[in-house]
């Protein structure tokens, strides 16, 4: 399985946007030789509540794959009357059962009673003990690299979060502009139209994608394998909207396209 992941998700005035490229498997035969390859989405639907989970990070929990173990815990699990904060929660505590070493991570979106989007992480990183996740609440607050936590002073009403394969994200997102005359220049999702913001969405998985096509490991003398890939997923909630409307193509131009339709 491919070991690095690209998931982003934005929230905006008009909606919440969830993308991630679509990992790659590769199941072995009784003599561990790989036969053949299966692309998978990295990003589900609630069913029971009007909320959407997607993930970053190696994707096998329990040896069942992602998708399939959100699909369990929300039938198993979720109730009608949870929302963002008590799927963080329950999912934290389902994952901590498991005790997972990877690193990984789950980012749970979606709207509340009073029309402001909601953002959670619930993750396991490197300075995690075995089975261990943090809920972080992406409003108020976020975790450096040592898992100090950084609460914000003031609450954000429209977080942007991303991880796994982070690289174009952090280079269009925490891009200092060295120019002394133009010190503030940033992206602002909340600035944006809706569009605008699924453009940079599906920018920033195809590049992350796309870059490492040309990527050269000089000390094996060989083009290093892709560690994002399999294409675009991208699910989508609009306020005043109770459905979610998956889009998955590949090229930014198709996704657009459907999406104004």
Not at 9 to 33: C, N, W
Not at 44 to 55: D, M, P, V
Not at 181 to 190: A, E, H, K, M, Q
Not at 247 to 256: F, G, Q
Request: proline residues 3%; charged residues 30%; hydrophobic residues 35%.
């Amino acid at each position: 399985m491919r070991r690095v992941t690209s998931t982003i998700t934005i929230t905006h005035p008009e909606g919440v946007i969830l993308g991630a490229d679509k990992y790659i498997t590769y199941p072995m035969d009784p003599s561990r030789q790989v036969f053949k390859y299966i692309v998978r989405d990295k990003i589900y639907e609630t069913k029971k509540t009007n909320a959407g989970i997607s993930f970053w990070g190696l994707g096998d929990y329990a040896e069942t794959e992602g998708v399939n173990f959100l699909k369990e815990f929300d039938e198993n699990t979720l109730t009608k009357d949870d929302f963002v904060d008590e799927i963080a929660s329950k999912l934290k505590e389902k994952l901590e059962t498991l005790e997972i070493r990877m690193r990984c991570g789950f980012h749970i979106a979606g709207y509340s009673e009073s029309s402001k989007p909601k953002l959670r992480h619930v993750f396991h990183e490197t300075w995690h003990g075995k089975g261990e996740f943090t809920n972080e609440d992406c409003n108020k607050e976020l975790h450096d690299s040592l898992g100090n936590k950084i609460s914000y002073r003031y609450a954000k009403d429209f977080p942007v979060l991303f991880n796994g394969d982070n690289f174009i994200a952090n280079a269009l997102f925490n891009f200092r502009n060295l120019d002394e005359t133009r010190p503030y220049i940033r992206i602002l999702p909340r600035k944006l139209s809706f569009e605008e913001c699924l453009e940079v969405v599906a920018l920033i998985i195809s590049t992350s994608i796309n870059r490492l096509d040309y990527y050269f490991d000089v000390s094996k003398y060989k083009k290093i394998e892709p560690d994002v890939g399999g294409g675009i997923s991208i699910l989508v909630i609009s306020k005043g909207k109770p459905r979610w409307i998956q889009i998955k193509y590949e090229s930014i131009h198709e996704i657009l396209h459907k999406y104004r339709v």
